[in-house]
């Protein structure tokens, strides 16, 4: 199906351990973005990428990182996972000033 | 700088009641992007509805509708006829030109529709 798919849904880990959250969009869409939902907070921006190779930080990228080798995919690493990672994290693409998200994954940090 | 106040944190209403979600932005761009996602219990971000700056026009679809007002920075959506299946949080969101399309969120309304 065509659509933007993130991976896995449901993820537990260890503080300190290394994670790494999957994006893959269908429609190539030059930009995608991360964001983490917590509580309070709404929906913040992590990182973003304009096109292959080009990525830029958000409002809360500390303790991420992200690659994007291929338009398609654009995955979210936390290098030494903090119980303060612990959120719903959303993928998106954008087309024509509209963001298209994917279901989410929802990480906790033990 | 940019910025989203949804000042109601949740409501909750019974079957049938109209209700109405307060968004109120500010930007100091002429040209900037408006937004309504509603996110299910099911946890999915859903679009709702774009809004230009430059079109103030209000927009109706079935039982929603959308009010702009440039005057008071204000984005308000109303739920004629409330259902069930209205229950969510509903995030409004800004875009501003030549922010390479980042959305700036609100923190979101519950809405609790009662039968």
Redesign the interface.
């Known amino acids: 199906d065509a659509g933007i798919t993130q991976s896995p849904r449901y993820k537990i880990t260890e503080t300190g351990r290394q994670v790494t959250l999957m994006c893959h969009q269908t429609w190539s869409h030059s930009?995608m973005?991360w964001?983490r939902q917590d509580l309070?907070?709404?929906?913040?921006?992590i990182y973003?990428s304009?096109a292959a190779d080009i990525t830029d930080k958000?409002e809360v990228p500390d303790g991420y990182v992200v690659s994007r080798s291929k338009t398609e995919n654009f995955p979210l690493t936390l290098e030494s996972a903090t119980r303060s990672q612990t959120s719903?994290y959303?993928c998106a693409s954008?087309d024509a000033?509209?963001?298209?998200?994917g279901?989410?994954t929802?990480l906790s940090v033990l | 700088a940019q910025k989203v106040t949804q000042a109601q944190t949740e409501i909750s209403v019974v079957e049938k009641e109209d209700v109405t979600l307060d968004c109120v932005y500010e930007t100091r761009d002429t040209t900037y992007?408006l937004?309504w996602?509603k996110q299910p219990p099911s946890?999915?971000?859903v679009?709702l509805i774009?809004r230009?700056s430059f079109d103030e026009q209000n927009e109706i679809s079935g039982r929603y509708s959308w009010n702009f007002q440039k005057s008071t920075s204000s984005f308000n959506f109303t739920i004629t006829a409330s259902q069930v299946v209205d229950s969510a949080v509903y995030?409004c969101a800004l875009?501003e030109e030549g922010s390479?399309?980042?959305?700036i969120?609100?923190?979101?309304t519950k809405l609790s529709v009662k039968p």
């Open positions: 930009y973005f964001y309070g907070h709404g929906l913040r921006l973003y304009a958000g719903v959303f954008r000033e509209k963001l298209f998200f279901s989410g929802q | 992007y937004f996602y946890g999915e971000l679009f774009r230009n995030f875009s390479q399309g980042n959305l969120f609100g923190k979101g």
